[in-house]
C-alpha cells in the first residue's frame, strides 16, 4: 500500500508541476488567462528588472521546456535541473517578500514538491558526489552522448 | 491577516491559504496531476510494462579513457 500511495504521489507531483510550468510558461506568450497578480514588494522590483533584461521571457522557455519534460515524462532529470533556477527564484522572491499568504503557500508548495521530484529521481544525480573527479571532455568522444540515450 | 476561505467564485481570495482556493495555474496543476494518476493507473493495468532506462553505469575502463589526467 504504501509503495503505491509513494509510487502515485510522485506520478502527481511530477504531473502537478510539470502542468503548472508548461501552462504557465505557454501563457506567457499565448495569453489565454491574464498574468497573475504582480503586488507592490521588493519581489516586485526584481521581476521588473528580470523583465527589462529578458531574463524573464528566458525564464518562461525555460518552464515550457522542464514542464513539458515532467508531463510527457521524457528527460525527467534534466527537466527539473533546467526548471530548478526557475523554482528558486519563484520561491525566493515571494516566499519572503510577497504580502499575499497565498503566494507564500503556493509557492513554497511548488518549491517542496520539486525537492520531492528531485529525491524521487535521485540516483541520476548520485554520479555528481565523487569527491575527486578527472574531466573527460566530450569533444575526445561525443558519441557518449548519444549513447548516453 | 491569513484566512482559510474558500468559494467557487472564478476570484482567488490572495489571503487564502486552503488549498482548494487555486489560481488558474494551480487548478491547471491539479487537474494535469489527477488526470496523470489516472492514465498512469490505466496505463499500467492495460499496458504491458516496458522497460525504463536507469543511469548510465561507467565501468572503469570507460571511465579512464580520455580522462584528462
Redesign the interface.
Known amino acids: 500500500m504504501w509503495r503505491a500511495i509513494e509510487k ?1 504521489g510522485v ?10 510550468n508548461l ?2 510558461g505557454l ?1 506567457y506568450f499565448i495569453r489565454f ?1 491574464p498574468q ?2 504582480i ?1 507592490q514588494s521588493t519581489g516586485n522590483d526584481y521581476v521588473m528588472i528580470s523583465m527589462q533584461l529578458g531574463l524573464f521571457q528566458f525564464a518562461k522557455v525555460l518552464e515550457i521546456l522542464g514542464g513539458a519534460s515532467l ?1 510527457f515524462n521524457r528527460f525527467v532529470p534534466l527537466g527539473l535541473v533546467i526548471l530548478m533556477p526557475v523554482t528558486v527564484n519563484i520561491f525566493l522572491i515571494n516566499a519572503f517578500w510577497s504580502p ?4 507564500i ?2 509557492t513554497t508548495r511548488n518549491f517542496v514538491f520539486h525537492v520531492i521530484l528531485l529525491a524521487a529521481y535521485a ?2 544525480y ?2 555528481m558526489l565523487k569527491f575527486r573527479t ?4 566530450v569533444w ?2 561525443p558519441s557518449r552522448i548519444w ?2 540515450f | 491577516m ?2 482559510f476561505n474558500f468559494a467557487i467564485d472564478g476570484v ?6 486552503n488549498p482548494l ?1 487555486m ?4 487548478a ?10 489516472i492514465l ?2 490505466l496505463w499500467n493495468h492495460y499496458v504491458a510494462p516496458r522497460k525504463q532506462q ?3 553505469v ?1 565501468i572503469a575502463q570507460e ?1 579512464e579513457e ?4
Open positions: 502515485y506520478v502527481f507531483v511530477r504531473f502537478y508541476l510539470g502542468g503548472f501552462i504557465g501563457d488567462w497573475p497578480h503586488a508531463v499575499f499568504p497565498h503566494i503557500y503556493s540516483n541520476y548520485y554520479p578527472a574531466p573527460q571532455p575526445r568522444d549513447k548516453s | 491569513i484566512t482567488v481570495d490572495m489571503m487564502s491559504i482556493e489560481s488558474n495555474f494551480e491547471t496543476g491539479a487537474i494535469f496531476g489527477v488526470a496523470g494518476v498512469t493507473l536507469l543511469p548510465h561507467f571511465t580520455d580522462a584528462l589526467d
